[in-house]
């Protein structure tokens, strides 16, 4: 048991296998929640998350061209990238948590993180779950890095970071959303589109 969330969110973070991350985010939401863990605290964290050895992360202008899912081909690389941007939103969440954990925030900044780092860590575990349908899995594919870059370069400033990454890049994924779900079920994958839809209905 960490003695604060500060120190549970570094947990999180240095959790290189992606479902422990998952596991691990859970149960820091559930401890916080539940009373268990009270403080905010402190916390030494790493500039960047531990990551297992796969995917490869390249830069966003790397990736290579992904289509639009009507194919199996194309609906796995659709759900591996999104699975990609769940992982990262949960150590997204951690790093905030974390990192600004002395800017005498009131605690329900610290409640609305918690809850949004369990519930990318569940998003990230139902597209891996559709991975898994499609005979495939996190860390097939190449990934990028862009998520991280933009984290990096707003980690000495929380405004810049809430304005940049969640209300920018992250907000992109709400746009596009919508036909993402329509492309799948077109193709037919309605289990997909079923779980695309509940990740735009906890994001918006």
Known sequence: MTA????????????SDPADKARRAHGMAGAWHSGELTEIGSADLPMRPARPQRPELRNPRDMPRRSKG????????????????????IDLACDIIARFADADLPYGFHDDWVAVADEEARHFELLCERLAAHDAR????VAHDGLW?????????????????????????????????????SAGDTASADVLEIIYRDEI
């Open 149 to 185: 870059q933009a984290a990096e370069q707003t980690a000495g400033n929380l405004l810049a970071r809430l304005a940049v990454v969640p209300l920018i890049l992250e907000a992109r994924g709400l746009d596009v959303s919508p036909a993402m779900i329509a492309n799948l079920r």
């Open 70 to 89: 009507g194919t199996r081909t194309g609906r796995i690389a659709l759900l591996h990238a999104l699975a990609h941007i769940e992982l990262n939103a």
């Open 138 to 141: 996190y860390g097939d594919l």
């Open 4 to 15: 604060s969330l500060a120190e549970a969110a570094v947990g999180v973070l240095s959790a």
